[in-house]
């Protein structure tokens, strides 16, 4: 793999699922520009390590409006003493928005990770849940996980980049991972959100880049 990058960095691809593309659930802005080039390294097997990440919801998932009395989707609540964004339904576990792109090949991808299982508590990040009812945000176990195979340098991309991506990224950051943001591989749920996006990942040490093949 003479294009390959350290087998201590791993790429983790953020919910690149139909319901986040155009005509799906929950679509994310221009979310399709993204999957040809994710697809390509994965192809070129790039990196040694890769992560997937599947959002996969109970019908009955508290983040969706319609589980909330008189609930608007992009709403936002108080939950557990914390701001929640109310979303319409969306990779319900099952269903064909909730599966993996079948444009990709994901064959490379070592461990896919679903997350927003537990009906009580939403799950942008791929190290951490969000707060649940203690306050708390429990953990998924990949920190754990990627440093066993030595990896100490995080790569992400995906959707939605002001939600998921972002978070995600910034959980690397504080769990000590060096972290790179593969800003053209992702999209957000909305461009509007992409300077303070941007704030929070550099106020993070996160470093900004373009995907490795264009360098």
């Known amino acids: 793999m003479p294009d390959s990058?350290?087998?201590?960095?791993?790429?983790?691809?953020?919910?690149?699922?139909?319901?986040?593309?155009?005509?799906?659930?929950?679509?994310?802005?221009?979310?399709?520009g993204i999957v040809d080039g994710?697809?390509?390294?994965?192809?070129?097997?790039?990196?040694?390590?890769?992560?997937?990440?599947?959002?996969w919801h109970p019908a009955d998932h508290i983040s969706f409006a319609s589980n909330h009395p008189n609930g608007q989707s992009f709403q936002t609540i108080s939950l557990y003493g914390h701001t929640q964004t109310l979303w319409p339904d969306h990779c319900?576990?099952?269903?064909?928005?909730?599966?993996?792109?079948?444009?990709?090949?994901?064959t490379a991808v070592d461990l896919i990770l679903r997350k927003g299982t537990d009906p009580r508590v939403d799950s942008?990040?791929?190290?951490?849940?969000?707060?649940?009812?203690?306050?708390?945000?429990?953990?998924?176990?990949?920190?754990?996980?990627?440093?066993?195979?030595?990896?100490?340098e995080i790569h992400v991309c995906g959707l939605a980049r002001d939600f998921c991506v972002?978070?995600?990224?910034?959980?690397?950051?504080?769990?000590?991972?060096?972290t790179r943001f593969l800003w053209d591989l992702t999209r957000p749920v909305t461009p509007d959100n992409d300077a303070a996006t941007r704030?929070?990942?550099?106020?993070?040490?996160?470093?900004?880049?373009?995907?490795?093949?264009?360098?």
Do not use: K
């Open 166 to 178: 972002s978070w995600t990224a910034q959980d690397a950051a504080d769990l000590g991972f060096r």
């Open 92 to 106: 319900v576990q099952g269903t064909a928005g909730a599966a993996l792109d079948p444009r990709v090949d994901w």
């Open 38 to 55: 994710i697809a390509g390294l994965l192809r070129r097997r790039h990196y040694r390590t890769v992560v997937a990440t599947q959002d």
């Open 124 to 152: 942008y990040s791929g190290f951490r849940e969000n707060h649940g009812p203690d306050g708390n945000r429990p953990t998924t176990g990949l920190a754990g996980w990627l440093r066993e195979r030595g990896i100490d």
């Open 5 to 32: 990058l350290s087998s201590n960095i791993a790429l983790i691809v953020i919910d690149l699922q139909p319901d986040f593309m155009p005509g799906g659930a929950l679509p994310c802005h221009d979310g399709a």
């Open 199 to 215: 704030m929070a990942l550099l106020s993070a040490n996160i470093s900004i880049n373009q995907t490795p093949h264009a360098e």
